[in-house]
């Protein structure tokens, strides 16, 4: 069918992932990045950091928690935080060393008194990072494959500005409460706390599990609702693309894959 889509007849209902209410009002949110907005929102209007325009740096703060977080398969997010900001995310176990003790240092200061004690090692197979407590040993590394990922190679080129920003652990102060946070994840953790202070926060799971009058209110209501046209871009790129990938012709499709390899950041297999 086509020519209906072509026509641009055919919509997609968007019915809200989320709401948030506090008090008598409701917020419909359509998606998880629309819910993230709304609580920086939120947060922003209570909580500031000295010197620090949070609005404008909360892009870039976004960004390097999700790429911290995606490195943290096998060492904390806390640990790979304070590494990124120290430089300790390249791939050149010589230029690397010299950061050792910086990290040893940072990680002693967000660990408790009796809890400290990090030795960091860096040579050809990666990071390793370690201590001692109570007599029982703790040990993480982050190999060479992980160092070469996008995400080091984005959180090493972005060393400075991090540093910048993190170097002395700046004060996040919310009325009359100040807290110190450590680096951008524990940032946005923390603006997370804010904005979700006082929210009741429901999540629809779907049109079929909707009573009828939120399903009326959320994606029915032509003054409310959101809805999405179907339309085909570039018909002849599609096909081009669709025939690559999924045709009976070989070479094309490791042509395309050997072309790409290096650009890829997320692999979905």
């Known amino acids: 069918m086509r020519e209906l889509i072509e026509r641009g007849h055919l919509y997609i209902a968007q019915p809200p992932l989320y709401r948030a209410k506090r008090g008598n009002e409701d917020r419909d949110l359509k998606d998880d ?71 040893a240092a940072r990680l002693d200061a967000i660990s408790l008194p009796n809890e400290r004690g990090w030795m960091v090692a860096v040579d050809g ?24 990922s996008s995400e080091a190679r984005w959180l090493h080129d972005r060393t400075a ?45 779907g049109l079929g599990e909707m009573n009828p009058d939120q399903l009326w209110q959320t994606t029915l209501d032509p003054q409310l609702r959101r809805l999405l046209q179907v339309r085909i871009g570039d018909a002849e790129e599609s096909d081009q693309i669709f025939s690559t990938l999924m045709g009976d012709v070989v070479e094309p499709r490791r042509d395309f894959i050997v072309g790409n390899a290096l650009k890829v950041s997320n692999l979905d297999v």
Do not use: C, W
């Open 125 to 148: 197979g990666g990071i390793t990072i370690g201590r001692t407590v109570r007599g029982v040993a703790e040990r993480f590394t982050l190999d060479l494959a992980s160092l070469r």
């Open 33 to 103: 990045d629309a819910m993230e907005a709304y609580l920086f929102e939120r947060a922003l209007h209570e909580a500031r950091i000295e010197g620090m325009d949070l609005a404008a740096e909360l892009p870039f703060l976004r960004e390097a928690a999700r790429r911290i977080n995606d490195l943290a398969r096998d060492m904390p997010v806390a640990y790979i935080e304070q590494a990124a900001i120290v430089g300790l995310l390249g791939a050149d176990p010589a230029a690397m060393t010299d950061h050792a003790p910086a990290l």
């Open 161 to 205: 500005r991090l540093a910048a920003l993190f170097a002395t652990p700046p004060e996040l102060r919310q009325s009359d409460t100040l807290r110190a946070v450590q680096g951008p994840n524990s940032l946005i953790d923390a603006l997370f706390a804010i904005g979700r202070k006082g929210l009741a926060i429901q999540r629809f799971k």
